[in-house]
């Protein structure tokens, strides 16, 4: 069974803190996503990866950093969170190629005080 | 750049009754996807459906595709309580890997 993990479900930090939100996925797939998820916003792209140590820009990369190092895990990084970062984070893996369907994780609920 | 748009925001009936949802994108695509997501959890991928086809079906699930007016409709038939959650649709651009989603239909299932 294919599978995306992420390494918390629920997240409380302090503004200025250095965040680091992890993802795993198990199905060797070279593409890695990173969304956050508002109310009334649906889904917005923060970044993109199509391999190992290879990034692109989503919609929103502001205040976001990723890092690949290995092709089974993708890191978001907040250098610096501030509260309008609360949101849902969600991580998806998906095969190159284009149509082919996204497989995502359980979602990071992350609160910035 | 939202690309979908779902239509209604959020949508109420009984159990047994059809739901019907849509969605309308902007440029070309090569297929469109459709999510749902429970409360709270990821999304799931439900059926994707081809730029060159007009209609599929998966169970209880319906999709039709128009590209001529850059919209698609989800339809579930004899929807049951389990089908709450919230569904989205998405669509990729030209030769991109990437999907854009719309903003989401809530549904609520009531017994």
């Known amino acids: 069974d294919v599978k995306v993990t992420q390494s918390s479900r629920y997240l409380v930090k302090r503004t200025g803190e250095k965040v680091f939100l992890e993802c795993v996925q198990d199905?060797?797939?070279?593409?890695m996503f990173w969304y956050r998820q508002d109310p009334g916003l649906g889904l917005r792209l923060i970044y993109f990866?199509?391999?190992?140590?290879?990034?692109e820009k989503g919609d929103i990369p502001e205040g976001y950093s990723v890092s690949r190092e290995k092709k089974e895990r993708f890191s978001l990084i907040l250098e610096s969170a501030s509260t309008n970062q609360t949101s849902m984070y969600l991580c998806?893996?998906?095969?190159?190629?284009?149509?082919?369907?996204?497989?995502f994780g359980p979602g990071t609920r992350l609160t910035v005080t | 750049s939202q690309q979908g748009e779902e239509d209604p925001q959020a949508l109420s009936i009984q159990e047994g009754e059809n739901a019907t949802m849509n969605c309308s994108y902007k440029?070309?695509?090569?297929?469109l996807q459709w999510y749902r997501q429970n409360s709270g959890r990821g999304l799931v991928h439900l059926i994707l459906?081809?730029?060159?086809?007009r209609e599929k079906h998966s169970g209880r699930l319906r999709v039709t595709l128009d590209t001529s007016k850059k919209s698609s409709s989800l339809l579930i038939t004899a929807s049951r309580a389990a089908d709450t959650a919230s569904y989205f649709c998405?669509?990729?651009?030209?030769?991109?890997?990437?999907?854009?989603f719309g903003t989401g239909t809530r549904l609520q299932v009531f017994p």
């Open positions: 440029t070309s695509i090569n297929n």
């Open positions: 459906i081809r730029s060159n086809e």
């Open positions: 998405a669509t990729d651009g030209s030769n991109t890997d990437k999907l854009i």
């Open positions: 990866s199509y391999d190992v140590k290879m990034k």
């Open positions: 998806a893996s998906s095969p190159p190629g284009g149509s082919y369907e996204q497989y």
């Open positions: 199905m060797d797939h070279e593409n």
